[in-house]
């Protein structure tokens, strides 16, 4: 750029500066909306939505929901289908779990790993063999699918220890 503005400088124009030479475009782009004035949302500002929702409405007694998916639709402000995805994304993430019942007494039930995780640690250690029973009855899930959340999110993650080069005897 120094040669160029000294090039033209001598040869065009002594008083030419570098901002006459070269422009600085830094082009259009979309600026981002506010939630509130947006029609639509991303997937993962209703699963913040769906899960701060549940961390409201779940007790210590109870935590987990028992609702439809129309309420939950017009509570939360979300499409079905967006629900839908929602509530997958979230069990892959394994955040969630849910269970779908069709028909007349039909109905999602609804818990988030953090509020059950934190009811069973509230409870004592008699208690919980039979609190883990009732919940694994109530989602119709394994007794070992409540064990294995709760020790990946107890047992703490194995730290390795930094060695030096000449510290191991390597024969």
């Keep these: ?47 913040e939505d769906l899960l701060s929702y549940l961390n409201e409405q779940s007790y210590e007694e109870q935590p987990y929901i028992i609702s439809t998916k129309k309420e939950l639709t017009e509570r ?12 997958k994304q979230l069990r892959e993430e394994n955040k969630i779990h849910f269970r779908v019942r069709a028909g007349r007494n039909g109905g ?5 790993i953090h ?8 409870l004592k250690k008699e208690s919980r063999g039979a609190y883990f029973a009732a919940i694994s009855e ?3 899930k394994e007794y070992t699918f409540i064990q294995t959340a709760l020790k990946r999110l107890i047992d703490p993650n194995k730290i390795g220890v930094q060695t030096d080069l000449f510290m191991i005897d390597t024969g």
């Design 115 to 122: 509020g059950l995780m934190r009811s069973v640690i509230r």
């Design 1 to 47: 750029r120094e040669k160029i503005v000294l090039l033209c400088q001598e040869w065009v124009d002594a008083n030419l500066s570098e901002e006459q030479l070269f422009n600085k475009k830094r082009g259009w782009w979309k600026f981002k909306k506010e939630r509130a004035v947006r029609k639509y949302s991303h997937s993962h500002e209703w699963a």
């Design 138 to 140: 109530a989602f119709g």
């Design 76 to 87: 939360l402000k979300i499409p079905k289908r967006s629900l839908d995805k929602v509530l």
């Design 108 to 112: 999602i039930m609804l818990a988030s």
